[in-house]
């Protein structure tokens, strides 16, 4: 949902519209973009104002070829 309002130029979606959709409390709201984050959702804002929308693949924060536990 959030990929497709981005595709057609809308902006993000609050907790409160997300929870509306979904039928989702707000812990379970943020629960789940907490989950996104790390795929292709952030952020934008805090608080009442804060709004979630999607960014795409991030690439990966480690370097290429370099393993987290190089034993």
Do not use: C, D, F
């Amino acid at each position: 949902m959030l990929k497709a309002r981005q595709q057609r130029g809308q902006a993000g979606l609050s907790n409160a519209e997300v929870r509306e959709v979904t039928g989702y409390t707000r812990q379970q709201v943020n629960r789940l973009i907490h989950e996104l984050e790390a795929e292709s959702v952030r952020m934008i804002g805090h608080g009442r104002g804060a709004r979630y929308e999607y960014v795409g693949n991030r690439p990966s924060t480690e370097p290429a070829g370099k393993t987290k536990n190089p034993r």
